[in-house]
């Protein structure tokens, strides 16, 4: 089966075609910013880091705001700089060249100030978003998605729903040849079990345990009990009482496909099939780390109600709660209700989501993109300096 | 009003039911428990999305929800009584591999 989609240089597809404009640094975010505002098909960064970070922490940034460049959903790029940062917008360029695609950098000192680096930026980007235009959609096999899920704002209804809803739809992705992204570490805690014994290898289920295991030593060594502070006290009043039973609802939605790879925050995956990345349970940081890592459409299953969206990557929100569906039509997309009443099953709610992917992945407008959410935050391990 | 599903219970093996719906205590419900209708009252209001036990429980027992414990009771817990956060906790370290 095919979506229609953009074939990009290197060869991979894109569901969006966004000409991209990555502030480098914070310092240049506000700059970037004006300059994408008002032009058709071109959306900025918020991107606060590129400077202050260390280590790890820097490397993270970089991979991060490399791999939104280089994600099929982004035809162009321009990088703004302000000139003495760590992280130099040449080092972003760098990363994104090798994809083929249209990549430019303008540095605030340079130029002169705000005021012109603005004027220069919208010329160079206006050039890129009217050649944009011009890219049709074509045939693309779904074999070339990579589809990322999420949870957040989870009550009773998303284990019982729309998370096996969501796994239905993901177990006939990966039956296409597809790829589909389970992540958020911390809420795999009491069902890390169930993933490790689906994994190919011993080797790859003992990744995912310790992946739990890093997550729960880092959290009690900030003297924290990770335990103590998930699930949310929106999560409690919904009805989920301990981090187990929030994990158990949660890996639903990855399906029942066997393990075929665990990778880090922001990688690609090599494999595909159902592919585990270690990210945070912290939503915005963790559907980062997906688009960073390629995911080109994403599934996000809600009990309670949530409007999170990503700067390139639309977002379908799947609820199975009936009063959040009605109370907030505005952010949600699809509802599985009739799950829980007995009157559809998942199998059939399911294939209603993974027909919705197909659509949106052709380019149907979701809820959170109409609504221009278009969060961004990358994951940090340490202090800034 | 009788034909719609008030209460389910996930896998055969759980030992605690969900309200669909908010459930006042004293309700008789009907549970469909590993193939068999049982018919039980309820001790506490259940909130909508909330869990109720399906058998008496001990102190410090595994509570099992999709078929997995979700944690232990803090106190006994008996039939038709609501389970939450007052008498069920997340399970101390030491799962095993």
Known sequence: MNFQGYRRPDGRAGTRNHVLVIPSVGCSQGTAQAIAQGLKGAVYLPNISGCGQVGEDRTLVKKTLVGFGTNPNVFAVLVVGNGCEQLSPEEIEKGIVPTGKRVKVIVIQEVGGTKKTVALGKRIVKEMCEEAARLIREPIPLSDLILGTECGGSDYTSGLASNPAVGAACDLLVAEGGTVILSETPEL??????????????????????????????AMVSGE??????????????????LEEKSLGCIYKAGTSPLEEVITYASH??????VFMDTPAHDIEQLTGMVAGGVQIVVFTTGRGNPLGTPIAPVIKITGNRDTYHKMRDNIDIDVDKVLQGKETVTEAGKRIFEEVISV????????????????????????I | MGSKIKVIVINEKD????????????????????????????????????????????????VIKYGEPIGQSTAKISRGEHVHIHNLVSQPRGRSR
């Open chain 1, 189 to 218: 805690i009491g069902a890390e079990h169930l993933l490790a014994k689906r994994a190919r290898t011993p080797e790859m289920g003992n990744q995912v345990l310790d992946a739990v295991a890093w997550w729960e030593s880092k």
């Open chain 1, 225 to 242: 009990d990770i335990r103590k502070a998930n699930p949310a006290p929106g999560n409690i009043a919904g009805g989920i009482t301990t």
């Open chain 1, 269 to 274: 995956p090599t494999r595909k099939g159902l």
């Open chain 1, 361 to 384: 992945a052709s380019g149907k407008i979701t809820k959170a993109e109409k609504l221009g959410q278009r969060d961004f935050c990358i994951f940090k391990m340490n202090i800034n």
């Open chain 2, 15 to 62: 030992n605690v039911a969900i309200a669909l719906k908010p459930l006042n205590a004293g309700t008789k419900v009907s549970v469909k428990v590993q193939g068999r209708i049982e018919k039980m009252k309820l001790l506490s209001d259940i909130p909508m999305g909330h869990k109720f036990a399906l058998r008496d429980m001990e102190e410090e027992g595994a």
